[in-house]
């Protein structure tokens, strides 16, 4: 008796990503999972948190009270920040789309939604200001123009970066989400 959890033969594609019946569709959701970079980014975000909460307590053991207490927001404003991090990305039910960003969050409802459609321009590398030829998925919306579109998702971003087949697979699933949706 095979246990397909415990063994690493099958292939990627080959496990279930499709809702269960079950599910609660209107609950948000990622249709992809969260890339390597983005979780490596976060887990040294949380590694740096952890020493400088050490250091919070052995300041808090032999110094003043109010320097432990600077050093613990810095540590709790670390782990927040990784925390967002690992939060960032394209979320998808059935009232919209939600853009979640560091600091700004953005939801877009169906009804609203012009096109979700997979363009070649120029990506931001990694989200920094760097910017090379890419993919992107765009959302349009009725209440701006197609060329102010934001880019939903990229082939060089966090999630993505060196993973093709992850980004067609994350697109595919946010454009059907949103064929089905905006048919009412």
Sequence with gaps: MPLPFLTAD???EAASESALPYDDRER??????????????????????????????LIALTGSASSAGVILGM??????????LLR?????SGHGVRQVGLLVTRTVPWARVVSVRTVQQPVR?????????????????????AEDAAP?????GLDFLGRPAAFDRAADSVEAWAAEYRRG
């Design 125 to 145: 590398w990694l989200g920094l200001p760097r910017t090379v030829q890419g993919q992107a998925l765009v959302l349009v919306r009725k209440d701006r123009r």
């Design 88 to 92: 960032m990305g394209a979320w998808v």
């Design 28 to 57: 948000w959701r990622r249709p992809y999972r969260p890339g390597p970079w983005r979780v490596g980014v976060a887990a040294l975000g949380l590694l740096l948190a952890s020493f400088v909460l050490f250091a919070a307590v």
């Design 75 to 84: 540590g709790l404003a670390l782990i927040a920040g990784a925390l967002r």
């Design 152 to 156: 939903l998702l990229t082939t060089h």
């Design 10 to 12: 099958r292939t990627f």
